[in-house]
């Protein structure tokens, strides 16, 4: 009996040490996967450190000064997790406003969805398409069998942009709404698109859009955040630069609490509908203990908020989201956007700058490598 709660007292500090470690790192300003996957799961840290609180001094009382300490820090930890998530919970202030009497010919509505790149329940998503009736659908991880089998949403939604790739960042954006100068881009990395396009709503008013799927800092696709915080950051200069309304959606591999992600919406100027309103958690749909809020939909203040939900899953590995947002006029006046401070844009400014010259230092030194092996060969 004692071998086994000396094992259990063994294991919560395992899962202590484990937590402060989680709940420490991410504030170094490294890109490593191992130090900014911290910044995902705060709500699980946050119920690890509860559990660790809890169970600690019932098993191990009376507690030695050490133990003590350690629990202060465990504490620590919970406060600043639940601080990183405080603003999503449902009292909380929104940052967007309840939209009143929205206006239809100024409302746009917005389907949003990693479809997983295997996974072939084409049907179910467009029925679910069907049945949500949107203005766009944005998918992301299509290749050429999801373009081939969503025909039919290319007759209900004659405006669109394709570019199905085999590497799990293919993009399709489908419209019922006229699009205006809509084009892919390559902000960072050569094999992961964008889409930017002006949207003309039923009133005759344009917006600008961006869709992105920027790829994420885990061992098997990237060992950095370095890109993906570069793309985020592009965008977020490129829209600080205009005026005018403006929506950034799609799979952005982060969660809205990270540091990017704030610093993006500080750049940006964009507002988050979830604030006050919920996590709104849609990856990965098979592990709920896990799961985080990885597909967003950011926008300007011009904007209020008629709906946002998540979706039922339609057989991909992310739950889709939809929104509708109505432009108005009023908006603008009662809904304070954020703001980057000097030193915040010199941040960005520096780690985009960082992002380019290293991927271009790692081509040149690949293409120099590919012209080393073909002279030996010779």
Sequence with gaps: MDNILWAFEGFLYFLG???VMLTVLPFL???AWWIRIGEFPR???AVVCLLVLILMPVLMYPLTVVEVIFLLLIASCLAYQIFCVLKYLPFYPKQVERSRVPLP?????????NVFIDNRETERLVRLVEKINPDLVLLAEVDEFWTNNLTELERKFPHFVKCPLDNAYGLALYSRLEMENAELKFLVEDDIPSIHADVVLRSGKRISLYCLHPRPPVPTENTRSLERDAELLMVGRMIDKLDVPTIVAGDLNDVAWSWTTKLFQKISGLLDPRIGRGLYPTFPVAYPVVRCPLDHVFHSNH???VELKR?????????????????ET???????????APEEKRDADEMIEEALETLEEERRAEEAEKKETLQTAE
């Design 105 to 113: 010919q100024n409302v746009i509505k917005l389907f949003i969805c």
């Design 303 to 305: 904007f209020r908020l």
């Design 43 to 45: 709500l699980q840290i």
């Design 29 to 31: 300003r490294y890109t």
């Design 17 to 19: 040490f484990l937590a």
């Design 330 to 340: 009023t908006a603008q006046f009662t809904q304070e956007e954020p703001e980057a």
């Design 311 to 327: 979706l039922p899953s339609v057989g991909s590995d992310h739950y889709p989201m939809y929104i509708s947002l109505s432009l």
